[in-house]
């Protein structure tokens, strides 16, 4: 493990993470230099492969989080974030850091519902968001979105930093 993929990894998502709980959002001035510098370090230590290696993992990154983003589920900033973590750490590993990211997201979801008492109700969203494609199609749910008066949401870089550490272990 390269020691300045890892600390600039982790001084990443850790700022982000805080930042996004005190304030709900993930600026833009914290994310794109560090997506910039994942390209940039990559291209200089392993060349054309590591510039391959860094657009590989940002394109995971867009295709993976980028769908939930369309869909109103999650925020741009959280796209962004995930997307400068995958130029740092490529492909092989954001894919296992994306799989540990949702475990943690869903388990923080489930204890913020329960502190709430909210779970009924965000099971049965779930539920609908899981089966409801059926009936209205691959498009944003009508009340179940980000920009909805009424939504609950989480800040997510917390769940993003929990993933993306674990996947340095695994």
């Known amino acids: 493990m390269n020691p300045v993929v890892w600390w600039a990894t982790v001084s990443l998502v850790l700022v982000a993470a805080v930042w996004d709980v005190r304030t709900r959002r993930i600026p833009n001035r914290l994310v794109l230099p560090f997506l910039v510098a994942g390209l940039v370090f990559s291209a200089g230590q392993y060349g054309i492969a590591g510039f391959v290696r860094s657009m590989e993992g940002i394109g995971l990154a867009v295709g993976a989080v980028g769908?939930?983003?369309?869909?109103?589920?999650?925020?741009?900033?959280?796209?962004?974030?995930?997307?400068?973590v995958g130029a740092w750490i490529g492909f092989t590993q954001l894919a296992v850091a994306l799989v540990i990211t949702a475990m943690a997201g869903g388990l923080m979801a489930i204890v913020w519902a329960a502190r709430h008492g909210a779970l009924g109700e965000s099971f049965d969203g779930a539920a609908?968001?899981?089966?409801?494609?059926?009936?209205?199609?691959?498009?944003p749910h009508p009340v179940l979105v980000l920009d909805h008066p009424r939504a609950r949401g989480i800040p997510y870089a917390p769940a993003i930093a929990v993933g993306t550490l674990f996947s340095f272990f695994c």
């Open 67 to 84: 769908v939930i983003c369309w869909l109103r589920g999650m925020g741009m900033g959280d796209l962004k974030l995930c997307a400068a």
């Open 128 to 139: 609908d968001l899981a089966f409801g494609v059926v009936r209205r199609g691959f498009r």
